[in-house]
């Protein structure tokens, strides 16, 4: 393709992206040169001699060297790339380079590679070079079958790669152990996963020539808190071993595991000894602290660790003289593996210096030199050490405040407390000689970290110490002293004496003192963490993680792995120093790192030999920060062979060009790399001049000696307003780190219980109060909430900046902004942060941090001022810290501002700009509403401020709340109450959730002795009229209370009224808390929901209500709290219990509650209910006026207690008065009868589970008049009764044999009876008529229209109607749908009580008024009227289901158990026709057409055609017949005989029993007779036997033998009458039968046969007797008794007086 140079001075203006740039080296003569390729560049990759460029439409180009390609071009020079069409037909998304191979990454996740495969390095097998892009399989072996690993991301080394995949895995191919597998077999050809790895999220990977880096997020806090284990993983070793000496205990972390890492648990990986980790911190707390330098490093020089060993058997006093040597026997930190590798000196021994001498002539200086000198010294030389901020963040917790600025991490003092609680209270006793104080003079106060080395130091000689010689410590750490504090001020100097008893600690602090153990075991107020762990809950993956870690393995020569060492690494390695540095973007060249941290910061380790670092400190085997001038933010990196390049902000938003490495003279291009003679080298980073020419560059990638960007021209300034975003969020997160740590931080350090430091005298120590004491409780609480919402704010910051230059470096487009799809979650952020702010200022906050703040920094503030952004001068320290604080409010306005300024770039008219314009009203509005907010804070706060000395009110100074705000008050006597006292005075004040009125007299000293305080939530304001008044008033309403205001003009008025409903409003939509300031509405709604405390009502008097309001009444759903324990769920009306409730009301006797649930009317139990009482009854039924009213059911007891019982009937003002059945379960008697105030009074019956009977008149609870009693054995007597079973008068007593006494009897039945009568003994010859003196029961019992009247007057009520059929038709329908759909409403409302699918679309069919209610009814009206009958009573929300499932309960209650008497049988089929005649009425009364009881529905029309269609539709029907008359029978029974059947057959078959064992006995005899015979003995005519029969569908002859096979289907009808309910569905079973009967007599004889009665009575016996069914006289009797009238004379009344005549032939039939 055509390609052509063209320099980029020269680049014209027109709107162009993507362009490439390249060049080598950072002179002022280099000109970068243009690549012009048809399609704008997306992404490059540079190896040693050659690149890959990936365009615009997923094609890859190569240029350079390719000595791979073999008979093809080998050789492409920069400017002229060639298109690698092995990839035609793939959309590459990522492309990546290694020293001698490429990769590409394809939209479907798949790898192809090409190059130099000589190591396995690009995955193919057999070949050692791979000319053309060729696919690499990644595949899972553990899956069954292994299946395609989709990649997301390639980086190439110079004999590896690896691999990203959408499991955040990383998968390695290649050779050397910077692949960080567990394997010695190399090449390994197919890719295979990093299992150290496995587990952690990976973010992305990175290669050097010979090392990989993994940026890897952070394990979530419960993942990374799991204990340490005992043992390594690898061999199996303990880690940690004590040894308990006579006065000391040694505890050693001296293990050495060969591969020089440990798997651990949590997949981190530990260092063994030996192995030296970063300068200033420690990898883990038992590792111990080295630093190893590289072989060029100038001179012999001890290392970190040696001197750290020294000085735990030092103890060196406050003037640095030595006091006590305890241990002379040190083991040696270094191993042979060490020397191996020059690490450790250079000397062999077994010494931790290589010379004793330089030792002593060290000890010397350090005890000759004094404080004083060594400070001078230090002052001259103070340009050598200058730390910078990031040296202190490099051991500095994040959590705050911290518990001792001097001292180790909490791991350290775990680490020891355990120790201690292991060797018990003797070492802790060891602790007490030990002076803390002493030892720690070695230790920097306020930079001394984990390690107590300085950490990130620059100006250090090689071994870590800053300034030159290692004395410039000492002195550094001494002057120090006097700068911070520390925790050990009070220990006394005699504890020195103890000093020879100590505490080993290899690799810690070597002493620790047990004040410091007691110390970290107190309690503490809970630390607030300055980084959010996790990251923003509701960010979730829209936004890069800022909580990342950097992990490394591979070589380490060159110490570019940064663990302070030169040991290669054979799997993965956190390096912990960066952990808490927000690592964003990781890079590495041949034999260096970087790392780029979201605050714009490069930290750079490894290789320095061409000062490619961007620093000259040493060591360089740990992260340092590249040196850049104040204010450069650097945003993107690369790293090529001995250079680096940085892409950064400057002071303007186009992005500039930093160089740090080799300088590259003209023409040196195939110089070797790894000579460097002659060639320059930079000592820092140094700015590229041409690159302003470049446009803007989104981009940089470095390899070789190679640099390349990728820029884009501005297209209407699109372009370049992404990039002013991008920079101006970086420019914030800056910004807000920097308040983070160097305002922040200290201010919340200073919350230490004491803060001692030393005077200048440098003699006691002075103790100033602690920040908890000059702020107080409340604001010390507020301060760390303000701390907290500022972390989030500045994490979500951070997130976002990371967000916006991601954006930058690839897609650069604003559709994805995270700004703009998810704007709640910066809203709600910056929402929650300044509410912080404005509650800590309302409380004063700000004012009283003043003080230790001007303790702090100063008189002069100038940080402050700087960060602040103010220009004012002797501004207060607390108007300061007020503005600073509220700095971060001003950015809202420039989201807004650059969003519609990448608006502009588009038409107005198009969706983009729509969607640009929406999110700047978005942020312009919530900057108005934040503004509006301070202010309202700022005027609290000042009212509050001169509220004391302006009036006195008593406790008004109570009301001050962090969330509260004034709206205004009336303190200029704006406002006044109507109707007050001559001498009263009133003051309103309207906060942001109360209005509070203050009240007083004049003449008294307190001028406002009383206030009240009216929630906002509660409260109503309306306009009075000024027609009528001519007063300017305000109607105040309250839950207590309803006062007018008067204002003194209408423009007052107007204000108050606006200012109370715009407070009313946002106080019930919660825009204190959240919310943008959208417009607010004219005035509140009436209807509302909010929480109150009564004060004034005297049934209500201290009751907490919460739920809905109208118009200052409780009003709809809600619940209410009394100080007793009683609590109300449930509706309300006009502030009254109302509708349906929950109550539950404490017993104090019993310790239980009592629970009532269900309808209330007017503040009282009133309708269905259900009432559980502390002693353990339950009462379910009707209520009303809290009493039990209505029917209604009471169970007492339980079945096994002392007197368990069950009432259920009608109660009278909480009494049992009416019919009512009493079940006395412990006496086992039954009573069915009257009731008159809890006693039993007038006419009923009792039946015993002994099988008495009586029936009669009832006073006072007893016995007592006219009365029948029956015994089991049918002995009668009919008189009178005194008492219960105590017969005394005149009465008739029959025996079972038919002799009676007549005459006067006393005595209780069952205990001897006194008779004075007569006998009589009935005539043996007389007939069986005149024998028994049948008595006819029932004439004494209640009658059945009587009973369970309250049951059907409930059902009238809920129907509308006062009485029993008197009421509106139309009324009573529009109660059903009121019911039904209230009823449904509640149940869906509440989970416990839900309906299936089916029952709500019943109850939606019920709802509905059914159109055949009117009109004339026909047939079809009929049977739709039968249908609703049946849906309606299967649904117990319909007043007729809730009417037939109450008689269902009742008439169970009734005759089950020992209601089961057969002399009750009349009464019960008297009761269900009593239930048929008052329900049918109340049906007739919602369809009053329906013809009454026994008329006729007319025959549907006249018409021939009409008649034919009729007869036809009707002949499906149950009547053959087009008419049919009305009964109750044939309406209800089906509806409610099956409900009823079980109890009311039983009581048939107690009355049947006799006959029935008669009958039965027949039956069983008879039919061991075959069926020959039993036909013929039966007297069957032979031409109706059957010849042949059905037998598995083939005939069979009929023989002598044959048994149960005539007359077989007939016989199978029949005995389905016991399988029906009705008496109609019986009759239907006998008709069947008979046609069954007929059709198989039909098939032997002609077609014109009809049936005599002669003949057919012997064939149905026949069947009867083969059917046997068991109680046939009970199903005789049932159908007898409530068959329909209608068709007792009909063809079904001749069939079954047919079957009547069986059964009594079958009782009195003879055989011999």
């Known amino acids: 393709m055509e390609s052509q140079r063209k320099s980029s001075g020269e680049e014209d203006s027109s709107g162009e992206r993507g362009l490439l740039h390249t060049w080598k080296g950072y002179s002022y003569s280099v ?31 190569s240029f350079g060297e390719f000595p791979w390609k073999q008979s093809q071009v080998s050789e492409v020079g920069p400017l002229k790339p060639v298109l690698e069409s092995a990839l035609s037909g793939q959309r590459v998304v990522a492309v990546a380079a290694g020293s001698f191979h490429s990769g590409a990454l394809t939209e479907d996740g798949g790898v192809h590679m090409w190059g130099e495969n000589s190591f396995g390095q690009c995955g193919l097998s057999s070949l050692t070079v791979v000319p053309n892009p ?178 735990r058997g030092r103890t060196v006093a406050q003037n640095g003289e030595v006091l006590t040597t305890t241990d002379t026997d040190i083991s040696a930190a270094g191993t042979d593996s060490d020397r191996a590798v020059g690490v450790g000196g250079a000397g062999s021994r077994n010494s931790p210096y290589p010379d004793d001498q330089a030792v002593k002539e060290y000890l010397k200086k350090l005890s000759d030199t004094s404080l004083a000198e060594e400070t001078a010294k230090m002052t001259i030389a103070g340009a050598s050490f200058q730390p910078p901020a990031d040296s202190l963040d490099l051991l500095t917790s994040d959590l705050i405040p911290r518990v001792m600025p001097v001292t180790t991490s909490s791991a350290l003092n775990s680490l020891v407390s355990s120790c201690a609680s292991a060797v018990g209270e003797r070492v802790v006793s060891t602790y007490e000689a030990l002076s803390l104080k002493k030892m720690i003079n070695y230790y920097y106060p306020g930079v001394v970290g984990v390690a107590g080395v300085p950490g990130g130091i620059p100006g250090g000689v090689p071994g870590g110490f800053p300034g030159g010689p290692a004395e410039e410590r000492v002195r550094l750490e001494e002057s120090m002293q006097g700068k911070k504090s520390c925790s050990t001020g009070d220990i006394r100097e005699e504890e020195a004496e103890g000093l020879s008893r100590r505490l080993s600690l290899p690799g810690l602090l070597s002493q620790v003192s047990p004040r410091l153990l007691r110390r970290a075991s107190r309690p503490r107020v809970r630390a607030v963490p ?297 809203l709600d952020t910056y929402n929650e942060y300044c509410c912080s702010v404005g509650n800590f200022l309302v409380m004063g906050g700000f004012q009283a941090l003043a003080k230790p703040s001007l303790e702090f920094f100063g008189k002069c503030p100038e940080l402050l001022q700087r960060l602040a952004e103010s220009s004012e001068e002797n501004i207060p320290l607390s108007d300061l810290l007020v503005t600073l604080f509220y700095l971060p409010m001003r950015h809202l306005h420039e989201y807004g501002r650059l969003l519609l300024k990448l608006g502009t770039c588009f038409e107005v008219s198009s969706v983009d700009y729509q969607k640009l314009q929406d999110g700047c009203s978005k942020f312009e509005a919530l900057a108005l509403h934040l503004k509006r907010r301070r202010k309202e804070a700022e005027y609290t706060y ?314 009669g008149a009832f006073n006072n609870n007893k016995m007592q008049g006219t009365g029948v009693l029956l015994s089991e054995d049918n002995t009668t007597y009919e008189g009178e009764f005194s008492e219960d079973w105590t017969l005394n008068g005149k009465g008739v007593l029959t025996m079972p044999n038919g002799d009676y006494f007549e005459g006067s009897f006393t005595g209780e039945w069952g205990s001897g009876l006194k008779v004075t009568g007569s006998f009589f003994k009935p005539n043996l010859y007389d007939s069986d008529g005149d024998k028994g003196r049948a008595v006819k029961l029932g004439r004494l019992a209640v009658r059945p229209e009587e009973k369970w009247r309250v049951v059907f007057e409930e059902c009238w009520m809920r129907l509308g109607c006062e009485a029993p059929g008197q009421g509106e038709n139309q009324r009573a329908w529009e109660n059903i749908a009121v019911a039904l759909t209230t009823s449904r409403r509640r149940h869906r409302d509440s989970p416990e009580m839900n309906l299936s699918r089916t029952q709500n679309r019943t109850l939606e069919s019920l709802e509905f008024i059914p159109q055949q209610h009117v009109g004339p009814v026909t047939m079809e009206k009929y049977d739709s009227i039968r249908r609703y009958l049946i849906k309606a009573c299967d649904t117990p929300l319909h007043p007729l289901g809730w009417l037939m499932e109450t008689l269902v309960a009742v008439y169970r209650m009734t005759y089950v158990g020992v209601g089961a008497n057969r002399r009750l049988l009349l009464q019960a089929v008297n009761e269900i026709m009593s239930y048929l005649a008052r329900i049918f009425q109340l049906v007739r009364f919602l369809f009053p057409d329906l013809p009454e009881e026994g008329g006729a529905i007319p025959e549907p029309s006249s018409d021939p055609q009409d008649k034919k269609d009729s007869n036809c539709a009707d002949t499906q029907l149950e009547s053959p017949k087009p008419g049919r008359v009305v009964s109750s029978s044939a309406l209800l029974l089906p509806v409610l005989l099956p409900r009823l059947y079980p ?56 023989v002598s033998s044959t048994k149960d096979a005539c007359f077989a289907s007939a016989t199978e009808t029949l005995q389905q009458i016991s399988t029906t309910f009705t008496p109609s569905d019986k009759l239907q079973v006998i008709q069947l039968t008979f046609e069954e009967i007929t059709k198989e007599v039909m098939s032997s004889l002609e077609d014109n046969f009809l049936w005599s009665m002669d003949d057919l009575f012997p064939v149905f016996l026949y069947v009867v007797l083969r059917a046997r069914i068991r109680n046939l006289g009970s199903e005789v009797s049932l159908i007898e008794d409530l068959m329909d009238p209608c068709v007792q004379h009909g063809e079904h009344g001749i069939m079954f007086t047919t079957l009547k005549a069986c059964y009594y032939q079958i009782q009195h039939e003879k055989t011999t």
């Not at 390729?37 to 180009?61: D, I």
């Not at 799997?571 to 960066?578: R, S, T, W």
């Not at 390049?645 to 790894?674: F, H, K, T, W």
């Not at 006292?981 to 406002?1008: C, E, M, T």
């Open 942 to 1255: 000042h009212f509050w401020k001169s509220f004391p000395g302006k009036m006195t009110v008593s406790g008004l100074d109570s009301l001050r709340n962090p969330r509260r705000r004034l709206i205004c008050e009336s303190s200029n006597k704006a406002l006044t109450l109507q109707n007050s006292g001559r001498f009263s005075v009133n003051w309103f004040i309207l906060f942001n959730d109360a209005l509070v009125h203050a009240q007083g007299v004049v003449p008294y000293k307190s001028l406002f002795s009383t206030h009240h305080v009216f929630p906002l939530a509660t409260l109503w304001v309306e306009p009075i009229p000024e027609e009528n008044t001519g007063l300017h008033g305000l109607k105040v309403i309250s839950p207590e209370e309803t006062f007018t205001l008067l204002a003194c003009s209408s423009m007052e008025k107007a204000k108050w009224l606006r200012s109370i409903n715009q407070a009313v409003d946002q106080a019930m939509s919660g825009a204190g808390q959240s919310g943008s300031g959208a417009g607010q509405r004219a005035e509140p709604p009436i209807s509302r929901t909010a929480s109150y405390t009564f004060y004034k009502d005297s049934r209500l008097k201290e009751a907490i209500y919460e739920g809905r309001w109208l118009a200052g009444k409780p009003n709809g759903r809600g619940m209410v709290k009394w100080l007793d324990g009683r609590i109300y769920t449930g509706t309300f009306k006009n502030g009254l219990e109302d509708g349906f409730g929950d109550y539950v009301m404490p017993s104090k006797t019993l310790n239980l509650n009592d629970h009532y649930q269900g309808h209330w009317k007017e503040g009282k139990m009133h309708g269905i209910g259900t009432y559980k009482y502390a002693t353990g009854e339950l009462y379910e039924g009707s209520f009303q006026d809290n009493m039990r009213h209505g029917h209604g059911m009471l169970r007492s007891g339980t079945l096994n207690s002392s007197s368990p019982s069950v009432f259920i009937g009608q109660w009278v003002h909480d009494k049992k008065t009416g019919y009512g059945v009493f079940d006395d379960i412990t006496r086992g008697e039954k009573y069915m009868g009257m009731w008159q105030d809890d006693q039993r009074q007038g006419t009923g019956v009792i039946v015993t589970q002994f099988g008495l009977y009586y029936e």
């Open 1543 to 1598: 109890p009311l057959f039983t009581l048939y078959a107690l009355e049947k029993e006799r006959e029935d064992d008669v009958y039965w006995e027949c039956v069983l005899r008879l039919n061991k007779q075959p069926d020959v015979a039993l036909l013929a003995f039966l007297g069957v005519q032979h031409r109706f036997h059957s010849v042949s029969v059905p037998v598995l569908g083939e005939k069979t002859e009929v």
């Open 530 to 826: 300055l980084t959010p762990v996790g990251g923003l809950p509701e960010a979730g993956e829209l936004l890069p993680s800022l909580q990342t870690e950097v992990w490394s393995w591979g070589r380490g020569e060159e110490g570019q792995l940064g663990h302070g060492d030169n040991l290669p690494r054979l799997q993965p390695l956190c390096i912990k120093c960066l952990s808490s540095k927000e690592v964003v973007l990781v890079a590495a060249g041949a034999h260096h790192s970087l790392a780029l941290t979201a605050q714009s910061q490069v930290f750079s380790w490894g290789s320095n030999s061409s000062g490619q670092l961007g620093h000259m400190a040493s060591p360089t085997t740990i992260p340092r920060l590249a040196t850049l001038s104040e204010g450069i933010r650097v945003w993107d990196v690369g790293a090529g062979a001995q250079h680096t390049l940085l892409l950064a902000d400057g002071d303007c938003y186009q992005p500039i060009l930093y160089y740090s490495g080799q300088q590259v003279r003209e023409g040196a291009q195939d110089a070797p790399q790894d000579q460097t003679e002659g060639y320059s080298y930079t000592q820092q980073p140094v700015l590229l001049p041409f690159c302003m020419n470049l446009g803007y560059v989104s981009g940089v990638f470095a390899g070789g000696q190679s640099c390349v960007a990728l820029a884009d021209r501005s297209v209407m300034g699109f372009s370049a307003s992404l990039h002013e975003l991008a920079a101006a969020e970086r420019k914030f997160y800056c910004k807000l780190s920097s308040v983070k740590n160097h305002i922040l931080r200290p201010l919340l350090d200073l919350g230490e219980d004491y803060c001692c430091r030393y005077s200048s005298a440098g003699q006691r120590p002075w103790v100033r109060e602690s920040l908890s004491t000059a702020l107080g409780l409340a604001s010390t609480v507020l301060l760390r909430s303000l701390a907290r919402c500022y972390s989030h704010l500045c994490h979500l910051t951070g997130q976002h900046s990371a967000s916006l230059t991601a954006n930058l470096r690839r897609r650069r487009e604003f559709k994805s902004l995270v700004m703009l799809e998810h704007a709640s979650i910066f």
């Open 134 to 311: 060729t696919p690499v399989a990644v595949m899972d072996p553990d899956t069954s079958p292994p299946h395609t690993i989709r990649v997301l991301e390639l980086a190439c080394g110079e004999q590896h790669s690896l691999a990203l995949s959408a499991q955040h895995e990383v998968w390695a191919w290649g050779s050397g152990c910077q692949l960080g597998l567990v394997t010695t077999v190399f090449p390994v050809w197919k890719p295979q996963k990093v299992e150290h790895l496995v587990g952690r999220h990976v973010l992305q990977v990175a290669c050097g020539a010979f090392h990989s880096l993994a940026l890897v997020r952070c394990l979530p806090p419960q993942e990374s808190r799991r204990p340490l284990p005992d043992k390594c993983g690898q061999c199996n070793q303990l880690l940690y071993t004590m040894t308990d000496k006579e006065d000391h205990v040694i505890i050693s972390d001296s293990h050495y595991c060969p591969l020089g890492v440990e798997l651990l648990a949590e997949g981190e990986a530990r260092l063994g000894p030996g192995r030296s980790p970063p300068l200033g911190l420690q990898s883990s707390p038992s590792e111990p602290l080295s630093s190893h330098t590289s072989d060029s490093a100038p001179g012999p020089h001890p290392s970190i660790t040696e001197h750290t060993d020294y000085e």
């Open 31 to 61: 000109t970068p040169e243009r690549v012009l390729l048809s399609r704008p560049v997306l992404q490059a990759a540079l190896g040693t001699r050659h690149g890959v460029l990936l365009v615009e439409g997923g094609q890859v180009y």
